[in-house]
């Protein structure tokens, strides 16, 4: 797989729009009547802006990402020692194999605008994409599912950290460019890279319908084009800034109105609490699907939280770590503040994640054989969880009524386990049904934790207002 090149990487946020030129901004439009020399003049535009945001965020050719081999690396609910080979190998596939979607250019404009690209606004879209990706992956396919191609892949930009204990194998490192793809891996893994791992056609064409499903076209029904328009009855449109819980209802709305996969719903928790009776009515047994053969629905639940007032309150930070050890967990949407990534693992008190932030050409994905390697990537990122964004929302998988009562019954310990720090719970599962209630065009987000105490006018508004939380 080819990696993206610094100079391709583009990121972009509010902050950085406000300070632009007063002019609306040319890169990703197109004009009609535009003559040559305008076009020129944009597409150098493009490429100073482009130059200018791989300075402003730092994201230079050499860079690592340090793990400890000493500690287990847990990535959605696997976990892995780089003391033993073969737990290098197993992350590399299994990391590789995750989709990755990022900002795009040059696609079809979206609807009622001139806009080719997301660059600057749509990395919480692009982080919800992921995870909707990763849920379409588990109940098409299986959580065990990896694309062959993810060992043929050098991942960059990654090094496990020496520790005081004797080594016990080489360091898993490439620490050289993306673009000179000169890094390797230790040398049993790479010996395995040269073995042919044949796709069945089956799981090939599963894996690349999900990927046609989540491109930039206006057919696509999880794609760019069709969560903006959706976006639209929630009060957003395209160029806005979406927050973690407001993609939460986007998602749940594409579901809906999807007849790709019509086995598969979304539950949004109201007021940071699952209520049991709700999602099981979504989980009922009853007449198969139209095009299903087995009856009943699996359900993607989606917890909206606030883990903090003006930042991360460290008192969850152990009660995250359990989720994602979770084998029913789909990951985070959140981020650092005016920054979206995609929460997938973490390692000792650090969040591994995948991140939009890099602008890639559009690939038309009605082609056959469309390419696959800008949809996986093989640079391993992580953070502290402190830096976390305390708004974020926390998504699950149930295939049925059964694994449900069992997921019930993990987070139920998880969440009121006497060892936790925090006073107040994440969120709440209640037996019981949620009222009926109209859901308005913006919903404020009240945590679980905050609507127990004694509410008072904050002298300051916390930064994650940069991403419209609801």
């Not at 003049?41 to 100073?48: A, G, H, R």
């Not at 008190?349 to 602008?359: E, G, S």
């Not at 998504?395 to 009562?405: H, I």
Request: with cysteine; glycine share 6%; net charge neutral.
């Amino acid at each position: 797989m080819n990696s993206v090149s610094p100079a391709a990487a583009q990121y972009g946020s509010p902050e950085g729009r406000r300070h632009q030129s007063h002019d609306p901004p040319q890169m990703g439009y197109q004009g009609a009547g535009r003559d040559g020399a305008t076009d020129e003049v944009d597409k150098i535009k493009s490429k100073l802006l482009t130059a200018w945001n791989s300075v402003k965020y730092g994201w230079t050719v050499k860079m690592k990402t340090h793990f400890n081999r000493s500690s287990p690396l847990y990535l959605l609910g696997k976990h892995y020692y780089f003391r033993y080979e073969d737990d290098i190998e197993q992350f590399q596939q299994d990391f590789v194999s995750r989709v990755w979607l990022t900002y795009r250019r040059d696609f079809p404009a979206l609807e009622g605008t001139q806009l080719t690209t997301d660059c600057g606004w749509g990395c919480m879209i692009r982080s919800a994409q992921m995870m909707l990706a990763e849920a379409l992956l588990m109940h098409l396919l299986c959580r065990d599912w990896f694309w062959p191609e993810a060992l043929n892949t050098l991942l960059v930009e990654m090094e496990p950290l020496r520790s005081s204990s004797p080594p016990t194998f080489s360091s898993l490192s490439s620490i050289s460019s993306p673009a000179s793809h000169t890094s390797h891996l230790h040398s049993h893994t790479a010996s395995r890279h040269s073995r042919p791992h044949v796709q069945d056609p089956h799981q090939e064409h599963i894996h690349r319908d999900i990927l046609r499903w989540l491109s930039d076209c206006p057919d696509a029904p999880f794609g760019l084009h069709h969560m903006v328009k959706l976006g639209g009855s929630l009060g957003k449109k395209a160029g806005d800034w979406y927050g973690p819980s407001i993609v939460a209802h986007i998602l749940r709305k594409a579901l809906e109105t999807s007849p790709q996969v019509p086995e598969l719903s979304v539950y949004v928790a109201q007021d940071c609490t699952v209520y049991r009776v709700d999602v099981e009515q979504l989980l009922d047994t009853g007449d198969p699907a139209p095009g299903t053969s087995s009856a009943g629905r699996a359900v993607i639940i989606l917890i909206p939280v606030r883990l903090g007032g003006e930042s991360f309150n460290p008192v969850y930070k152990q009660c995250i770590k359990e989720f994602l050890q979770m084998r029913s967990c789909l990951g985070i949407i959140g981020g650092k503040p005016k920054h979206s990534l995609y929460f997938i693992g973490y390692q000792d008190n650090h969040l591994l994640y995948l991140d939009p932030h890099y602008c890639q050409a559009y690939v038309d994905t009605s082609t056959e054989d469309f390419p696959l390697d800008t949809f996986h990537c093989n640079s391993p990122r992580k953070m502290s969880i402190v830096k976390m964004d305390p708004s974020c929302t926390i998504a699950f998988y149930a295939r049925n009524q059964a694994d449900f009562g069992v997921l019930c019954d993990h987070l139920t310990k998880v969440l009121s386990s006497p060892f936790a720090e925090e006073k107040y719970p994440v969120f709440s599962i209640s037996e019981g049904q949620a009222q009926e209630f109209h859901v308005p065009e913006v919903l404020p987000l009240s945590s679980y934790a905050h609507s127990r105490r004694k509410r008072g006018t904050m002298a300051k508004r916390p930064s994650s207002d940069e991403f419209e939380f609801l």
